[in-house]
């Protein structure tokens, strides 16, 4: 009896959410329309004053920030979305290329969606970053990620940027829409990371390394769709590059089960 109640208390243990099992939650909300008790308005205020590996839920919502993450997170955009994932066999899962895929781009809805965009007043002479991740274990979840769509706004560089003097970023079930690139994506493989189950629409470049190495990645379950250039693009890493300990861009980095459609290029992989 004393074993089977054990392994019963396991059991439920494993099934209670991470952020109820300690971890600090902190909303936020940038006009407290969906959420009237949220702590903050804007994510890089939640980031500055969030404890290391606390989850940030944020509302519906319009949010023109560059937010830079400087500590272990995760990062969870609590809106609708506009991907469904339909599950596959086994423990395969994959976006519902309809809303990808659909000739008109999808409509944005700030009222249910959580959107990042770039500030109207970001230097012009900077691009701009919409989430520039700078340390280990960060998660972004959720949002839609909407770079330069009009003249009225300043260049996005990317939506997404990781440092390659970290690793385990996860960045999953997001929506990157017209942003220069979707995503540098970098590692020092410490951590293995992931980037799966996004939707990459109308970007400049979809995922690349930006001549910085890619170490111990999983690249899987994407839709791209209209990317003007590569979809998918690994480089060389100079020896000039102070995070470069060779000119290999990649290692250990898998791509798989990924869907490409009117894209200039898909691939474009090279020092491996």
């Keep these: 009896l004393l074993l089977i109640c054990m392994l019963a208390g396991t059991g439920v243990a494993a099934m209670v959410p991470h952020s109820a099992q300690g971890a600090e939650v902190v909303v936020v909300d940038d006009d407290k329309a969906q959420c009237p008790h949220a702590r903050f308005r804007s994510i890089q205020a939640a980031v500055d004053k969030a404890r290391a590996d606390a989850v940030i839920k944020v509302c ?33 899962e994959s976006i519902d290329a309809t809303d990808c895929f659909s000739p008109a781009r999808p409509t944005l809805d ?3 969606q959580v959107i990042v965009a770039p500030p109207l007043d970001a230097p012009t002479d900077v691009p701009t970053v919409l989430f520039d991740l700078r340390a ?17 706004l300043p260049s996005s560089r990317a939506a997404v940027e990781t440092s390659a003097a970290h690793s385990g970023y996860q960045i999953h079930h997001n929506f990157f829409v017209a942003n220069t690139v979707a995503a540098f994506l ?87």
């Design 136 to 152: 280990d274990r960060i998660k972004i979840e959720g949002f839609i990620l909407l770079g330069n769509d009009n003249a009225l």
């Design 60 to 92: 519906a919502g319009r949010y023109a920030e560059q937010v830079t993450v400087d500590k272990p997170l995760e990062i969870e955009g609590n809106g609708a979305s506009v991907m469904k994932v339909t599950p596959l066999v086994g423990d395969q």
């Design 110 to 112: 700030p009222n249910t």
């Design 186 to 272: 970098n590692s020092n493989g410490e951590h293995p990371s992931v980037f799966s189950h996004n939707c990459l629409r109308e970007n400049g470049w979809g995922v690349a390394n930006n001549f910085e190495r890619l170490i111990d990645a999983r690249v899987h379950d994407n839709s791209t769709f209209r990317t003007r250039n590569f979809a998918y693009e690994q480089t060389q890493c100079p020896a000039s590059n102070a995070t470069c300990v060779s000119r290999i861009g990649m290692d250990r980095v898998t791509f798989e089960h990924n869907v490409s459609k009117e894209d200039h290029t898909g691939f474009r992989l090279a020092f491996s």
